[in-house]
């Protein structure tokens, strides 16, 4: 079986590394086992076959996208390659941008050398956005 195949289907956890959601496959499947994963409005398992043309919900660092799967890939490539697997909506392309640009205002440097309390909430923000 050749997981870079359309046709066949793949692992939902092996097709979210492939799409660069995760950086490595166990926090994929964590992501899935943990619930921040759904397949058409129901809870999905890590070993659920995905197929082209079903609507993904991915709760992912704070922001839900929801995301549209267009190809099969079980091969992680280039983002741009990942990219091609599928379309995220309007709406969480806004929400997603909208939380980057909070990330950043809060990890802004002050002026000053921080203080140990400023050296503490700035490595607070930091741990989070992991």
Not at 11 to 28: G, H, I, Q, S
Not at 55 to 80: D, F, H, T
């Amino acid at each position: 079986m050749d997981a870079s195949d359309e046709s066949v289907p793949i692992r939902l956890d092996r097709w979210l590394w492939a799409a660069r959601f995760y950086k490595t496959r166990p926090r994929a499947t964590a992501a899935v086992k943990a619930g921040h994963v759904r397949v058409d409005d129901s809870v999905a398992r890590a070993g659920r076959r995905l197929r082209g043309g079903e609507r993904l919900i991915i709760r992912c660092e704070g922001v839900q996208r929801e995301i549209l799967v267009l190809g099969l890939s079980g091969r992680r490539g280039p983002a741009a390659v990942a990219r091609l697997l599928y379309r995220e909506s309007a709406a969480s392309l806004a929400a997603v941008a909208a939380a980057r640009d909070q990330h950043r205002q809060e990890l802004r440097m002050p002026r000053s050398r921080p203080g140990r309390r400023d050296r503490r909430l700035l490595a607070k923000l930091k741990r989070r956005g992991d």
